[in-house]
């Protein structure tokens, strides 16, 4: 949990905490879920497992199922962030891509897995993820030494995460380790796809799929998720919101949150810092409230968000000389 000061006074919200998940084993939240998800397939005696993902969790599952001895089939969308193809090939998992959505993906693994008999880890499929990602929720309690924050804001794809947080602190109050109300959680989508964000507006208790789906956070890049109806009822339920932001100025973030903080944020964390700038511009989080957005990767992972401009220079010029050409 890292407090960002500099961001934070020039978006006025003093307390702005990251909850930075990038420098987690494979660089993302979703190790969290491949931890307990394979240890639990792992004692279940599974041998070989599906998924489809748009990149990141394939990558964690590949990585974390080869430790376990497990063998998995991996499908996602061809422009899936690269590097993830890779992290799902160095492990030895069986990789297939989609020219399409994860929900594309995720019929081809439903398809595979009534052919082969491979065990599902596909989204809210097997209930041992979610636990995984649970423990975001415990680590905020925790961390905030069990004073929960106000508003905690994710970048929502599948959803998985917001429910876990939700599940955690619901189960922390019911222990008691925690007095207070639930902090209002927050769903942010992008502009290109925000079917959430829509039937929230529309104060449904479930999406639509969303048609020509399309965002560089490609993490949040889906049209319709499993757990739609969880997502909105753990909003309804916090008096949260969600809230759709637009790609230029995610990026445009991103170089912010790195220039200022010093850290480098997946597209889709950076989701997160716009939309608190934009909540706390229309008032919808007020001074003095304090904020938790979940950086969920690192920006690593996605290099191509960036474009790098250095001065070339050939040997035995000096940068005073290039200088001067330009
Ligand atoms: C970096 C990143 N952030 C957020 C998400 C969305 O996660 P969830 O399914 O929990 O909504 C993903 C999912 O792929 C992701 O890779």
Redesign the pocket.
């Known amino acids: 949990m890292i407090p960002m000061f500099k961001i934070g006074q020039q978006m006025e919200i003093a307390q702005l905490y990251m909850k930075d998940e990038g420098s987690l084993p494979t660089g ?3 190790a969290r879920g491949a931890a307990v998800g394979v240890s639990k397939a792992k004692e279940l005696g599974v041998q070989e497992l599906a998924m489809p ?5 394939g990558a964690a599952w590949s990585l974390y199922a080869a430790r376990a001895g497990i063998r998995a089939n991996i499908v996602m969308p061809v422009d899936a962030p690269e590097v993830t193809r890779k992290e799902c090939a160095v492990s030895g998992a069986r990789l297939y891509l989609v020219n399409g959505l994860i929900s594309d993906a995720g019929k081809i693994v439903a398809q595979g897995i009534q052919d082969f008999d491979w065990y599902d880890a596909s ?1 809210l499929k097997e209930p041992y993820r979610i636990e995984g ?1 649970k423990t975001m929720g415990l680590e905020i309690a925790e961390q905030m030494e069990w004073k929960i924050p106000d508003v905690i804001i994710y ?8 429910i876990g947080i939700y599940k955690a602190l619901q189960e922390l109050r019911n222990l008691g380790w925690i007095q207070d109300r639930l902090p209002r959680l927050v769903a942010v989508q992008a502009e290109g796809c925000a079917p959430i964000v829509k039937a929230w507006e529309e104060k449904k208790r479930e999406s639509e799929y969303w048609h020509n789906a399309s965002t560089v956070a ?3 890049n ?1 049209p319709k ?1 499993l757990g739609d109806f969880l997502v909105l009822e753990a909003i309804y339920q916090t008096e949260g919101c969600a809230i759709a932001v637009d790609d230029t100025s995610i990026l445009e973030e991103q170089k912010r949150i790195a220039q200022l903080e010093g850290s480098f944020v ?1 597209p ?2 950076a989701a997160t810092f716009v939309a608190a700038r934009r909540l706390r511009e229309n008032g919808w989080i007020q001074e003095g409230e304090t904020v938790v957005v979940l950086n ?2 690192t920006g690593v992972k996605y290099p191509y968000t960036i474009q790098a401009k250095p001065l070339i220079l050939q040997p035995g010029e000096s940068i005073e000389m290039e200088l001067h050409k330009t």
């Not at 993902?53 to 969790?57: H, M, P, Y």
């Not at 970048?155 to 917001?162: A, W």
Request: with cysteine; net charge positive.
């Open positions: 993302t939240f979703k993902t748009n990149g990141n969790a989204t990602k970048p929502t794809g599948g959803g998985v995460g917001l490609f993490g949040i889906v998720a997946c889709e964390g969920t990767g």
